[in-house]
């Protein structure tokens, strides 16, 4: 059984330094392909390495709302740019804004500040974006819906905002990832109900750590196969008609075929 799992943070030192034995195992596992994100530039130049060495590793772009403290540095500017125009497939990640876990408000108009930079190159070249909106569901959902971003090309990651913000965001069209923290229950898991298979992916968030029936879990593609099954068993389908629907998902999501 093939799986994917569209946001995991690879380029960190805890799968990055260890990565020909994590791949070796995930691949055992069934793993066709996995979105490295990045959360600031030096991660973004470890993920174009990473898809150097595994045509399994999509790299993910991104600077992380948590990370932005100042305006991107114009050096930053240009280097992406320049990757963008040289690596594929790619995918826009883990971008967004936190009005969560982020208090201080004087970095808001920062975090826009970046995360409109992304839309645009997301716009302006077709590549998919994969998208963290803790705290500020509402926002993401206009800030977004101000470009013309086709909603294949969007992924909210981790869901667990607003119903009302879900609705819009489920009838636009866009893909949500389905999150490890099911497994152990969490308001996450409405998601999983109110949204249809068709606009679904599967993520790890790894190496996050997440307390599953009172086991702490690291996070990584290995759990994916778990949250198949749930899946399976919320929408009471077979676990290979989850399986063939999430692959296709996928791919229609990063542009490959
Ligand atoms: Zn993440």
Not at 4 to 16: Q, S, T, W
Not at 82 to 111: R, W
Request: some cysteine; glycine content about 6%; proline content about 5%.
């Amino acid at each position: 059984m093939q799986f994917h799992d569209a946001h995991c943070h690879l380029p960190i030192n805890y799968f990055y330094k260890d990565i020909d034995n994590f791949m070796k195992q995930w691949l055992d596992l069934g793993l066709e392909y996995v979105v490295g994100v990045s959360m600031k530039y030096t991660e973004i130049e470890k993920a174009i390495e990473l898809q150097k060495k595994y045509k399994q590793i999509i790299p993910g772009f991104g600077i992380h709302p948590w990370k932005v403290k100042r305006n991107m540095p114009e050096e930053q500017i240009n280097k992406i740019s320049y990757h963008v125009a040289t690596v594929s497939p790619l995918v826009f990640g883990e971008i967004g804004l936190d009005h969560h876990f982020i208090k201080k408000e004087q970095y808001y108009p920062l975090q826009e500040e970046v995360f409109r930079f992304f839309l645009n190159l997301s716009e302006q070249n077709s590549i998919p974006i994969n998208v963290h909106s803790k705290g500020a569901e509402e926002k993401v959902y206009d800030l977004i819906d101000s470009f013309s971003i086709p909603p294949s090309n969007i992924l909210i990651h981790w869901y667990s905002g607003p119903k009302k913000i879900l609705y819009k965001f489920r009838d636009k069209g866009v893909f949500f990832s389905i999150n490890p923290s099911i497994l152990g229950g969490s308001t996450h898991r409405f998601v999983l109900e109110e949204v249809e298979l068709e606009q679904l992916l599967t993520e790890s968030d790894g190496n996050v750590k997440y307390w599953i029936k009172g086991e702490r879990i690291i996070g990584s593609p290995a759990i994916i196969p778990q949250i198949m099954e749930k899946i399976a068993e919320v929408k009471n389908l077979s676990i290979d008609e989850v399986s063939e629907v999430l692959s296709r998902n996928f791919k229609e999501f990063v542009n490959i075929s």
